[in-house]
């Protein structure tokens, strides 16, 4: 079936550190996003980014879709950042998929 | 604008009670989307809607569950009768394109 490997699976960073997650997945992606659940909840979409490079103030992805991957880089983090990032793909037969998440601590 | 909004925000109910949950997507968006998401087995798409059609309800569980689009503005998921294994967070999510922006969840308790 299709795969959607999600890592590392838990992230522990000091206020400030840099941090690279990676989606993995198993399929040809026609629609690929990134989202944040914060620790209360809520799902915000991060990116929607099926190839190339996006950027978004500390924030940016790259989708290589060739070599199917996509990462998330995450510079000087701070606490806010903390909570759940999920990656989610639909395929050319428009089916979603999402990944288990990282779940990522800032501490201060 | 208002975002996604959904409702009931929480609900408990007991065992064999019809549930229904409610959401009103983004005015302009044409894709609404159903999740539920559970600390067993995470974040799941239940059913997506492109212009009020169902394109994917494969993720619908069983038949105790049914979701319907009647127009733009509205969409509801009912489960009947419940199950203590619906108990869950249900988000609804909206988009137009491709980015989907979430509701705030329903949190429903079935005992």
């Known amino acids: 079936g299709i795969q959607v490997e999600q890592s590392p699976p838990d992230l522990i960073l000091q206020e400030g550190a840099n941090s690279t997650l990676r989606c993995n997945f198993s399929?040809?992606?026609?629609?690929l996003q990134w989202f944040h659940q914060n620790p209360w909840g809520q799902l915000i979409n991060l990116f929607y980014?099926?190839?190339g490079t996006k950027q978004n103030g500390r924030l940016s992805a790259t989708t290589v879709a060739t070599e199917r991957y996509s990462l998330l880089y995450i510079s000087s983090s701070q606490t806010t950042d903390s909570g759940v990032y999920f990656c989610a793909f639909r395929n050319n037969f428009n089916k979603f998929y999402f990944g288990s998440g990282t779940k990522l601590n800032v501490k201060p | 604008d208002a975002g996604v909004i959904q409702s009931p925000r929480h609900e408990v109910t007991e065992m064999g009670q019809e549930v229904t949950l409610r959401c009103k997507p983004i005015s302009g968006h044409n894709s609404l989307f159903w999740y539920r998401q559970t600390m067993m087995r995470g974040l799941e798409l239940l059913i997506y809607?492109?212009?009020?059609?169902?394109?994917?309800d494969s993720g619908m569980p069983e038949d105790r569950f049914s979701a319907k689009m009647p127009n733009a503005s509205f969409s509801t998921l009912k489960i009947q009768p419940s199950e203590p294994r619906d108990s869950a967070v249900y988000f609804c999510?909206?988009?137009?394109?491709?980015?989907?922006?979430f509701g705030p969840g329903t949190r429903l308790l079935v005992l």
């Open positions: 399929d040809s992606v026609n629609n």
């Open positions: 980014i099926p190839s």
């Open positions: 999510a909206s988009s137009r394109r491709e980015t989907q922006y």
């Open positions: 809607f492109n212009n009020n059609v169902p394109i994917d």
